[in-house]
């Protein structure tokens, strides 16, 4: 007993009342607050239902909302792009546009292609071919093959692996007989010309009624003429009047010279009267003029020559498209020639051409009036009398005015004068007729 501790106390020193105060100790011990959340990061999560099914909230921090800004600008930046590229394809030269069609076109068509023939159309898409070297096959047709231009016995393309229809094999048209076509109609019109009243009349009824109005004929029950030749003195008018015909149709008009017609090599003078023909055709209604037609057809003789034999081809072929088996439809031919003498017999016969229309050298009125046409745009002096002129003895042809009405005002230009004097026709005339006498070539006014 005394070495142990006194009955009254505990173990700890105090009384045994003393141990309810050391459990509220305990239990009220010093617990340091929760931490504040901190901006931009997420509250630790709490456990139970409510805290799973409840969001997170979070703050944004200022990085990020620069990074959102910056993300924003960005984009910006590209829709500004796709505009500038869609723009840019919007507004790409039609040139280049058909280009890149072009090579797109060329790439599904590949390269080498085979060239076969088309036996039977299926329907829109599918056709049997053949080729040279095989049998028949049952291929599709592309998209971009024009199928309006596919009859059965054409010439196409083939894709060289799966033999499908990739092009049309089209005729070629000869370059000479593209640039003998009249884009543009000529300035010239019927009013231009002084008098040739009867002969405008003519290849009226000739050649321009029968291709606005072939119902007249068929109404009177007969066929309108197939062809005229328009023969004279050189400068006479033939073609100017040709020009005028071209200038009032609206039908296509194809030039040729007589010498365009002779070719060097052999055979090349037929083929070129045939696609000259060929081509009238296809662009129906349309007018021939061949001027100086005596090149390739003066009256045959026993040739010694190859030059001559094939000009005499080149005009058996002419004579076959003017009267041959196929019929020319809406296809008017205009010959004119100085030398109707020394044309070819079956060239004039009725059936070729049927009306020969001659240009006399101008009387007192059509020199009258060619004057008054030359004249109406030049500033004339007050002593000038065309009267003068037009009583001459002297045979002047159209051209021959011309040529005296310019010489005329290019003297009064070379003395700086602004009005054209009764001496400047004088001198003109003077001029130009010893150079007709002469046999001078009049250079300025062929």
């Known amino acids: 007993m005394g070495q142990g501790t006194p009955g009254g106390l505990n173990k700890q020193g105090g009384l045994p009342g003393d141990r309810k105060n050391d459990g509220d100790k305990k239990e009220k011990k010093f617990e340091p607050a929760a931490p504040p959340s901190r901006v931009g990061r997420k509250q630790r999560k709490q456990k139970g239902p409510e805290a799973a099914a409840r969001l997170p909230v979070v703050t944004p921090l200022t990085k990020c909302k620069l990074r959102l800004l910056k993300l924003e600008r960005i984009k910006d930046y590209l829709l500004m792009e796709e505009e500038f590229v869609s723009n840019q394809e919007r507004l790409k030269p039609q040139e280049d546009k058909n280009e890149e069609d ?32 095989g049998p028949e096959y049952y291929v599709g047709i592309l998209s971009f093959v024009d199928k309006d231009q596919l009859e059965p016995g054409c010439a196409i393309l083939m894709h060289n692996k799966v033999l499908s229809v990739v092009g049309l094999l089209q005729d070629e048209v000869d370059p000479m007989v593209s640039v003998m076509k009249v884009e543009k109609a000529p300035l010239e019109s019927y009013a231009d010309i002084g008098g ?72 090349d003078g037929p083929k070129l009267v045939r696609e000259l023909f060929r081509v009238a055709d296809d662009l129906s209604p349309s007018i021939v003029f061949i001027d100086e037609i005596d090149a390739v057809g003066t009256k045959r003789y026993d040739a010694h020559s190859g030059g001559e034999r094939e000009i005499q081809r080149t005009m058996l072929e002419l004579l076959n498209q003017l009267d041959g088996f196929d019929s020319r439809g809406d296809v008017k031919v205009i010959l004119a020639t100085n030398r109707i003498e020394s044309l070819d017999p079956a060239l004039l016969r009725p059936g070729r051409i049927d009306r020969k229309i001659e240009f006399p050298l101008p009387d007192i009125k059509t020199r009258r009036r060619i ?15 065309l009267e003068e002129f037009v009583m001459t003895k002297d045979e002047f042809s159209g051209a021959d005015i011309k040529a005296i009405c310019t010489e005329a005002g290019l003297l009064a230009l070379r003395e700086r004068r602004m009005k054209v004097t009764h001496i400047d026709f004088k001198k003109a005339k003077e001029k130009v007729m010893f150079k007709k006498k002469e046999g001078v070539p009049e250079g300025l006014y062929m």
Not at 250 to 264: C, D, N, P, Y
Request: proline share 5%.
């Open 371 to 385: 004057f008054q046409i030359h004249t109406s745009r030049m500033t004339l002096a007050d002593d000038v009398n």
């Open 196 to 267: 040739l009243d009867a002969q405008i009349q003519e290849i009226k009824e000739a050649v321009e009624l029968p291709l606005t109005h072939p119902e007249l004929y068929e109404d009177i029950g007969i066929k309108p003429p197939k062809g005229v030749i328009l023969y004279g003195e050189p400068g006479t008018g033939k073609t100017l009047l040709a020009k005028a015909v071209a200038n009032s149709t609206s039908a296509t008009f194809l030039r040729v010279v007589g010498s365009e017609l002779i070719q060097k090599y052999l055979g």
């Open 102 to 133: 072009r090579s797109k076109v060329d790439d599904l068509r590949g390269s080498p292609m085979s060239v076969g023939n088309l036996e039977e159309l299926i329907d829109e898409n599918h056709a049997i071919v053949s080729s040279s070297v």
